[in-house]
């Protein structure tokens, strides 16, 4: 007996010939076939995002600071540090924030930007990684990188159960790396740059999910401004109209994806900026130090002898506010 005879019972209907031939029966091979099938799925992604994202009013609570921003952004800061220092999948992150976001708008919360928030954000950041990650540290390994308050693994874990609660248990999000990659391929059909546009895109959306500006946008407006930012860094691309991306696929907002867009160039340089200062302050310390050192070898001895005084002035004052701070 032959093995696919042997195997012949195990078949749903279909005649074994044409499953051993190597052709995949009512399966087309057609990559027209293929994309229709990909964009009809993003299509869907498209329109279940609501889904999974807090209500229209969430970024109003922050405006009228019925919920503290500062708080948020300092949580989900947090939240960053660990995906770094993990080596965490930025998917993980972002998923971190979805839950946190998620569960803010349906439960009120304390207002305080305490120990509540941080043990939100473990136990946000805890569920997101037992879904992303393959390797996933305990409890006590989650909690490092400047964590203000540190939990007990049986607190987190029943924190972990109401996040479940209020989140109907729905942790499979729908998030704007559900759609990086397919609008880098319509951005750029011949593939040359894609890898470099999912890469700098995934940056883009990550250095802004402090923001919460951002909350007034769902996932695919997200992932198409991002992946339009990250265009503007490749000088052999054709410039490309953010106005244009509506046509990437049915059911994306024009007027979303443009302000978006705005907000998110101006937030880029910004960074940019900040960064560029970073590097000069250095370069400007040197400088100073080198004036000081010049001028100072041609003073007399009574500008050492006050500037003697200052060092032991500045070492009380340090010494009494460490005395402060400690009590």
């Not at 970024?59 to 503290?68: G, H, K, P, T, V």
């Not at 999948?89 to 120990?115: E, I, K």
């Not at 402090?210 to 503007?232: G, H």
């Not at 130090?289 to 001028?295: D, G, I, L, Q, V």
């Amino acid at each position: 007996m032959s093995y696919s005879d042997c195997l012949s019972d195990l078949l749903c209907g279909e005649e074994s010939s044409d499953i051993f031939s190597g052709e995949s029966p009512g399966c087309s091979t057609d990559l027209e076939s293929h994309d229709f099938v990909e964009e009809s799925s993003i299509a869907s992604f498209i329109e279940d995002e609501r889904n999974f994202v807090p209500g229209f009013d969430y970024l109003s609570r922050f405006q009228s600071q019925s919920l503290d921003a500062s708080a948020r952004e300092e949580s989900v800061a947090w939240i960053l540090k660990v995906q770094a220092y993990h080596g965490f999948q930025p998917l993980t992150a972002y998923l971190s924030v979805n839950y946190l976001d998620r569960f803010l708008y349906s439960r009120r919360f304390p207002q305080t930007d305490g120990w509540p928030w941080q043990l939100l954000s473990a136990a946000c950041l805890s569920l997101a990684a037992k879904m992303e990650e393959p390797l996933v540290p305990s409890l006590l390994d989650l909690q490092v990188e400047g964590a203000k308050y540190i939990f007990e693994p049986r607190t987190i874990r029943r924190m972990e159960l109401l996040v479940l609660s209020v989140l109907d248990w729905r942790l499979r999000s729908i998030t704007p790396f559900s759609f990086t990659g397919f609008f880098a391929c319509k951005l750029d059909p011949t593939g040359a740059y894609i890898g470099f546009l999912i890469s700098r895109a995934t940056e883009i959306i990550l250095s802004n999910i402090k923001e919460a500006s951002f909350l007034e946008y769902w996932p695919s407006s997200i992932a198409a401004a991002a992946i339009l930012c990250a265009a503007n860094d490749i000088p052999n691309l054709p410039l490309v109209n953010p106005e244009h991306a509506e046509s990437w696929c049915d059911g994306l907002s024009k007027d979303k994806i443009i302000s978006c867009y705005r907000l998110m160039q101006d937030l880029v340089l910004d960074n940019s900026r900040r960064k560029s200062t970073k590097v000069l302050l250095p370069q400007l310390r040197v400088t100073i130090r080198a004036r000081m050192r010049s001028s100072g070898s041609d003073s007399s001895s009574s500008s050492s002898t006050s500037s003697y005084k200052r060092r032991k002035l500045n070492n009380c004052l340090w010494v009494d506010d460490d005395k402060g701070n400690s009590e």
